[in-house]
């Protein structure tokens, strides 16, 4: 015994922090999150493009493109719902789609106001997004297939809708939303996605519900053993993506001042709308992220956007950059975590519930 | 010993059974028969390692023997692991270095570490689950065929039940690694290490899933590779199978190395103080009548085919009862069945209300808990911070105002119960992972006990925690059962079982053999009765 060092007496440190300190990593975090890195990166994209060509820089011009990045910025936020329970959703841009031109034939046609399309905008976009939760939930498809499956169902749907019309001349009080400013300068548009975003994170942050996302996200069979209704959460992740969605719709319509057709899935909105998910620094791993993230990332991806495009490159070179930008996200998280493959991710299949005692599941 | 059962032990005779492969042959420009030359010692010197800001080692120096089983002891997070894994080349040490026969190896890799015949048989197994027992044995070496790029599959299945009887692992090669228990997976790892050529070997917890009969398989492939003049590592926290196969121990304690002793001078006691750095109190079983206690949890003929049968028996408020039994028993099974995570017949009822359809939701409500056993898998939400851990369970239970959450309230209603298991950590947005497994540990407690439960069932509660967070366990349990909780505690360490239980039930092949109570609780009357022994 003579080798023991002097004892040291056990410590229990409480599990209060320091204030101090406290202060001081609350800051460093705000720092390292991937919110500010977006809004450092904007602005910066946005400075340089100015500083080459000055017309960049007109109010004017960041408003179109605040309100031009809206119809995506609401889409990515939606995603972000199926991303934090490990799913994915390829369907958003014809359930976008749907929304925009059954609201948009009935404005056209019946001169209805954008208050009554509202709830059914929400409503067929919900609706779909169920139809996909189901199928995830209890048939045990995995996501991407399954809305691989409803993307193409759904896209026939838009199109039968539309037929060989489009929607084309809206009444007068949604241009007055397009055009319109709260404040001089603030859009009502923009107002709109913001207001979406910030009751999301509410949502997300302070409700059982959103609390339930992302624990199943995290670990689908703690989870489950710690009494949350895995299934429920997991059908009403859908639904809140096929409702945002159907939201976004509407914004899309207001926005564009019609659809069509191929609303939605013209403008790539599928693709565009997971990478601003993963840019903004929600992973497809579930369990982690925000939808604050994806909105700023939607935004930045249209500045970007406008400004390759100020710079001369050919716009053919749009969808490369977009590419790029997600590839560079991804290797940012995996540097953070590479605790699940994306392949892994990609080819999951929701488990069955109850779940088998450990001795048969595990491998 | 070698040759004695007419198998031959000796690495000369069974390894040529492989051809060397002829990129292996490129590989190793020497071309050393390893396991005939007998192992060289293998020594850390003042090795120190950091990860972010959390010191794992430091300044520690170690020297492994040849022909000794030299393991390291400590509580979790002490450094243990840390060091077996920078000697192996899976971290790099920030300094100090590693001297292989006296000289100096420099940067090592896992790969260049097994090519200089160091292996580490990890925590948990890593086999390829789809692939075969052989195929397995022989990734990163497979035997070359006659053509370019192809795979001598003959040579490989012919020498692969050498590599197997060489370990003492009876199965049929083409067997699925998935289908394997996790002992057969590790006498895999070490048939590996004996492919590798490896003579340096480490082994990192190996006994903790294994019963004790498994453990003793692997305890005698140990002695005989020393027998062999191997140089074997050896982590463990049971102390009784410490003592028993050392040769030589070392403790280490908060990163730094507190003391190194021969088999003949260790004992448990100089060992524990070591470990905690003071003297834990020798526990006393606590004696209470409970046999007036009113029932709070009845289960009745509770049947799942193949798993248990006919398991009936029931909880007094107050009492600690415990289910002894071996892995693979049942008695994890029959918890998982109450709790509604598999199917079963028969009835469950609680405070005298039955429960017809159990899921976790409706039964945490009705105040029925469950603490799994697999923390990792099914406890854990790695990417929440502690707080939101801690709180899990009672999501719904949480204070509002409106539809929304109150987080000051839910932080005190954490923080709360993060001081009460005594949770050591920088804050409660800590992330989870950061936190030693004790320590991991007390926040499931946290969870499960704001649930604030009737019955409470720990299903091996201190698995994998250090000596510290098992006293606070010990004592958790206690301060509960007193409140009036029934706890009904599974555990693979009956010394738990003998101090803590007011009753034990003996679990074997499924069923409940035998109840014991008070007094006649004793490590000896368990040790029999679960490995279905009538015993008395």
């Given at each position: 015994m003579s080798g023991i060092a002097s004892p040291v007496e056990h410590q229990v440190i409480p599990a209060r922090p320091g204030r101090r300190d406290s202060r001081r990593s609350a800051a460093l975090r705000l720092a390292r999150r991937r919110e500010s890195l977006l809004i450092v990166m904007t602005v910066a994209v946005f400075s340089i493009t100015t500083a080459l060509e000055p017309s960049f820089d007109t109010s004017g011009n960041i408003n179109f493109m605040l309100e031009s990045a809206m119809p995506l910025a609401v889409l990515a936020v939606g995603q972000t719902m199926v991303c934090l329970v490990r799913g994915i959703d390829v369907s958003v841009a014809?359930?976008?789609?749907?929304?925009?031109?059954?609201?948009?034939?009935?404005?056209?046609?019946?001169?209805?106001?954008?208050?009554?399309?509202?709830?059914?905008?929400?409503?067929?976009?919900?609706?779909?997004?169920?139809?996909?939760?189901?199928?995830?939930?209890?048939?045990?498809?995995?996501?991407?297939?399954?809305?691989?499956?409803?993307?193409?169902?759904?896209?026939?749907?838009?199109?039968?809708?539309?037929?060989?019309?489009?929607?084309?001349?809206?009444?007068?009080?949604y241009s007055t939303l397009n055009t319109g400013t709260l404040l001089p300068d603030i859009s009502y548009l923009l107002v709109i996605g913001v207001v979406v975003t910030i009751l999301a994170a509410l949502f997300l942050w302070r409700t059982t519900l959103g609390r339930a996302l992302y624990a199943v996200g995290n670990n689908v069979e703690a989870a489950f053993r710690a009494g949350i209704r895995v299934n429920a959460v997991l059908v009403s992740a859908y639904a809140l993506t096929g409702l945002i969605a159907g939201l976004a719709g509407l914004v899309y319509l207001v926005y564009y001042r019609g659809a069509?057709?191929?609303?939605?899935?013209?403008?790539?909105?599928?693709?565009?709308?997971?990478?601003?998910?993963?840019?903004?620094?929600?992973?497809?791993?579930?369990?982690?992220?925000?939808?604050?993230?994806?909105?700023?990332?939607?935004i930045f991806i249209t500045v970007a956007d406008e400004a390759v495009l100020v710079a001369g490159v050919n716009p053919d070179w749009q969808p490369a950059g977009v590419g790029l930008l997600l590839l560079l996200a991804i290797m940012l998280d995996r540097n953070q975590s590479g605790r699940r493959s994306l392949r892994e991710v990609l080819l999951a299949r929701h488990p069955k519930l109850p779940l088998a005692p450990p001795n048969e599941a595990t491998p | 010993m070698a040759g004695a059962n007419g198998l031959s032990l000796c690495g000369r005779a069974m390894t040529p059974v492989v051809k060397r492969p002829?990129?292996?042959?490129?590989?190793?420009?020497?071309?050393?028969?390893?396991?005939?030359?007998?192992?060289?010692?293998?020594?850390?010197?003042?090795?120190?390692?950091?990860?972010?800001?959390?010191?794992?080692?430091?300044?520690?120096?170690?020297?492994?023997?040849?022909?000794?089983?030299?393991?390291l002891c400590g509580e979790n997070g002490a450094g243990k692991s840390t060091l077996l894994k920078v000697m192996?080349?899976?971290?790099?040490?920030?300094?100090?270095?590693?001297?292989?026969?006296?000289?100096?190896?420099?940067?090592?890799?896992?790969?260049?570490?097994?090519?200089?015949?160091?292996?580490?048989?990890?925590q948990e197994p890593t086999l390829m689950a789809t692939l075969s027992a052989f195929e397995n044995l022989f990734v990163g070496i497979?035997?070359?065929?006659?053509?370019?790029?192809?795979?001598?599959?003959?040579?490989?299945?012919?020498?692969?039940?050498?590599?197997?009887?060489?370990?003492?692992?009876?199965?049929?090669?083409?067997?699925?690694?998935?289908?394997?228990?996790?002992?057969?997976?590790?006498?895999?790892?070490?048939?590996?290490?004996?492919?590798?050529?490896?003579?340096?070997?480490f082994f990192d917890e190996p006994t903790s899933p294994l019963t004790a009969r498994e453990a003793d398989v692997l305890f005698a492939l140990m002695r005989q590779l020393r027998e062999r003049d191997f140089t074997l590592g050896f982590i463990s926290h049971r102390l009784d199978e410490v003592l028993e196969i050392s040769d030589r121990i070392t403790v280490l304690r908060d990163s730094r190395l507190v003391t190194e002793m021969t088999a003949a001078e260790a004992s448990r006691g100089s060992i524990v103080s070591a470990m905690v750095g003071h003297d834990i109190a020798v526990r006393q079983r606590r004696h209470r009548d409970l046999s007036s206690a009113e029932t709070v949890l009845e289960v009745e003929a509770l049947s799942a085919p193949?798993?248990?049968?006919?398991?009936?028996f029931v909880a007094r408020r107050g009492e600690v009862l415990g289910l002894a039994g071996l892995v693979g028993s049942g008695r994890t099974e029959i918890a998982e069945a109450i709790f509604g995570l598999a199917p079963a017949s028969g009835a469950v009822t609680l405070a005298g209300r039955p429960l017809a359809h159990r899921t976790p939701a409706s039964l945490i409500d009705s105040g029925l808990i469950y603490l799994p056993e697999d923390r990792g898998r099914n406890g854990v939400f790695a990417e929440v911070d502690l707080e939101r851990n801690i709180t899990a369970a009672i999501i719904p239970r949480l204070p509002r105002r409106g539809p929304l959450l109150r987080p000051g309230a839910e932080y005190e209603i954490a923080e709360q119960a993060s001081q009460r298991t005594r949770i050591v950590a920088r804050s409660l947005s800590s992330s989870i992972k950061s936190l030693s497994g004790g320590n991991q540990q007390r926040a499931m407690f946290s969870r499960w006990l704001l649930a604030d439960?009737?019955?409470?069932?720990?299903?091996?509660?201190?698995?994998?925690?250090?000596?510290?967070?098992?006293?606070?366990?010990?004592?958790?349990?206690?301060?509960?059962?007193?409140?009036?909780?029934?706890?009904?505690?599974?555990?693979?360490?009956?010394?738990?079982?003998?101090?803590?239980?007011?009753?034990?039930?003996?679990?074997?092949?499924?069923?409940?053999?035998?109840?014991?109570?008070?007094?006649?609780?004793?490590?000896q009357r368990l040790g029999t009765l679960i490995v279905g022994e009538p015993g008395r």
């Open positions: 014809p359930i976008l789609g749907i929304a925009a031109v059954s609201t948009g034939f009935l404005a056209q046609d019946d001169g209805s106001s954008y208050v009554l399309m509202l709830p059914l905008a929400l409503a067929i976009g919900a609706g779909l997004g169920v139809v996909n939760g189901l199928f995830v939930t209890y048939a045990r498809i995995p996501p991407i297939i399954t809305t691989l499956g409803t993307l193409s169902i759904y896209a026939g749907i838009e199109l039968s809708l539309v037929g060989s019309s489009a929607v084309q001349t809206l009444p007068a009080s069509e057709g191929g609303s939605g899935i013209t403008e790539n909105l599928n693709l565009l709308s997971i990478a601003a998910v993963l840019i903004g620094g929600t992973t497809l791993t579930g369990g982690k992220g925000g939808v604050v993230g994806p909105f700023l990332a939607a | 002829r990129s292996m042959r490129s590989r190793r420009p020497e071309s050393h028969d390893a396991s005939a030359r007998g192992a060289a010692r293998y020594e850390a010197r003042q090795i120190s390692k950091s990860f972010g800001g959390a010191v794992a080692l430091s300044d520690v120096s170690v020297t492994f023997a040849p022909g000794e089983i030299h393991t192996a080349g899976i971290h790099q040490p920030d300094a100090g270095e590693i001297l292989l026969g006296g000289e100096p190896l420099g940067a090592l890799t896992p790969r260049s570490a097994q090519l200089r015949g160091i292996y580490l048989v990890p497979l035997p070359r065929g006659r053509l370019p790029f192809s795979v001598d599959w003959k040579e490989m299945e012919r020498s692969a039940g050498a590599f197997f009887a060489q370990v003492g692992l009876d199965i049929d090669p083409h067997t699925p690694a998935s289908t394997l228990s996790i002992a057969q997976q590790q006498l895999l790892e070490c048939a590996r290490a004996l492919v590798h050529r490896c003579n340096i070997i193949g798993r248990f049968s006919e398991v009936s439960p009737k019955v409470a069932i720990f299903d091996e509660p201190t698995r994998g925690v250090d000596v510290g967070a098992k006293d606070d366990i010990y004592k958790i349990i206690d301060g509960i059962s007193d409140t009036g909780v029934a706890v009904v505690m599974i555990s693979s360490e009956l010394e738990e079982l003998v101090f803590l239980c007011d009753r034990v039930l003996a679990i074997y092949e499924g069923r409940i053999v035998t109840e014991v109570a008070g007094d006649d609780i004793t490590l």
